[in-house]
């Protein structure tokens, strides 16, 4: 059962827009003893379906997690653009150490690493070290030079992009076949 309130953070939507659908019956939800909604999980993959929205992540398999780390803005309109219509859990981190945490707690299906704006080099040395994500494939992308993409891809990275153009196709190659 989960809150509007956290459908709304995931999919990145107003509340108040998730209430409406609910009480137009779009989104199936019931009302609680206390006056509150909860939206049952089996009524989710429909309602996903229908808007082309994600589903979340508890209701995803593991082994379709891809984890973002350090994403900037252009970054993350181009990730969407390329995740589009997957169904995908993906968790953003600007905070690269709060993503390898996470990371190492349930290993994704992939790994994408921003270089722009976290050490990727370091980030990927630390996923190799960690048990949980030793084999996890790794993507880097927005690498400053031929030579930093060779540094990352030494360090463990399965990709390493220095232009953003490549992002799109390289992210249907890592991605787990569905």
Request: with cysteine.
């Given at each position: 059962?989960?809150?509007?309130?956290?459908?709304?953070?995931?999919?990145?939507?107003?509340?108040?827009?998730?209430?409406?659908?609910?009480?137009?019956?779009?989104?199936?939800?019931?009302?609680?003893?206390?006056?509150?909604?909860?939206?049952?999980?089996?009524?989710?993959?429909?309602?996903?379906?229908e808007l082309g929205l994600p589903?979340?992540?508890?209701?995803?398999?593991?082994?379709?997690?891809?984890?973002?780390?350090?994403?900037?803005?252009?970054?993350?309109?181009?990730?969407?653009?390329?995740?589009?219509?997957?169904?995908l859990a993906v968790a953003w981190?600007?905070?690269?150490?709060?993503?390898?945490?996470?990371?190492?707690?349930?290993?994704?299906?992939?790994?994408?690493?921003?270089?722009?704006?976290?050490?990727?080099?370091?980030?990927?040395?630390?996923?190799?070290?960690?048990?949980?994500?030793?084999?996890?494939?790794?993507?880097?992308?927005?690498?400053?030079?031929?030579?930093?993409?060779?540094?990352?891809?030494?360090?463990?990275?399965?990709?390493?992009?220095?232009?953003?153009?490549?992002?799109?196709?390289?992210?249907?190659?890592?991605?787990?076949?569905?």
């Amino acid at each position: 059962m989960l809150r509007p309130s956290e459908l709304a953070r995931f999919w990145e939507l107003h509340p108040k827009t998730v209430y409406l659908w609910i009480k137009a019956g779009r989104l199936r939800a019931i009302k609680t003893p206390g006056a509150q909604y909860r939206v049952r999980s089996e009524d989710l993959p429909a309602i996903c379906d229908e808007l082309g929205l994600p589903l979340p992540p508890a209701l995803v398999a593991t082994s379709s997690r891809v984890t973002i780390l350090g994403a900037g803005a252009t970054a993350q309109r181009t990730m969407r653009k390329a995740l589009k219509g997957k169904e995908l859990a993906v968790a953003w981190y600007a905070n690269a150490l709060e993503g390898l945490v996470a990371a190492a707690e349930a290993p994704p299906a992939l790994v994408v690493v921003d270089a722009a704006s976290v050490d990727a080099e370091a980030a990927v040395r630390a996923l190799r070290r960690g048990k949980a994500t030793r084999d996890v494939p790794i993507l880097v992308y927005q690498l400053a030079s031929a030579a930093r993409a060779g540094a990352v891809v030494r360090a463990g990275a399965k990709w390493a992009l220095v232009k953003e153009r490549a992002l799109a196709a390289t992210l249907e190659e890592a991605l787990p076949a569905r």
